[in-house]
């Protein structure tokens, strides 16, 4: 296949998302999830 409007739409929307604030600020909190998961284990 070609280059297919569903996935490039979808990537422009991902990438979109992480240029947020918000998106940064998300991923801060998933890595102290995963550490404090981490630490429990």
Excluded: C, T, W
Excluded at 4 to 29: C, T
């Amino acid at each position: 296949g070609g280059p297919l409007m569903h996935v490039i739409a979808a990537k422009a929307v991902a990438f979109g998302e992480a240029l947020q604030p918000s998106f940064r600020i998300y991923q801060q909190q998933v890595l102290e999830n995963a550490s404090a998961m981490a630490d429990r284990l």
